[in-house]
């Protein structure tokens, strides 16, 4: 009985996971060091930073000077930021990649750095 009650309580616990509302936002990766800043805009933001750690650890990482950064000293020299997350609407026909678009703009107004 215990058992039936804890499997439907982690497919409860599972649905509700995926039928949340995904973390869409702007983030950011700095070298502590140099100031060298690389912004992004995600769908699922904290995937995006995750994925960014797995590739640097691998040594893979597309941006050469924070690659470069990791390999000297490692995850301590770069700071992993969300800057912004997008906010869920009422509105089913809210257009979320409009939005994600126009808040990355406004942060790379913020921080100074081009389109």
Known sequence: ME???NQAARRAAAR????AFPPM????IRDRASGHRLLGASRNVHAA???ARF???MGKYADRALQAAWSRAGADALS???LELVKEREDAEFDYAGELKALEQTCRELEGLKP
């Open 3 to 5: 058992s039936s009650v």
């Open 49 to 51: 930073l995750n994925r």
């Open 80 to 82: 992993f930021e969300v």
């Open 16 to 19: 509700q996971a995926r039928d």
């Open 55 to 57: 590739e640097m650890r």
């Open 25 to 28: 936002g702007v983030y950011a």
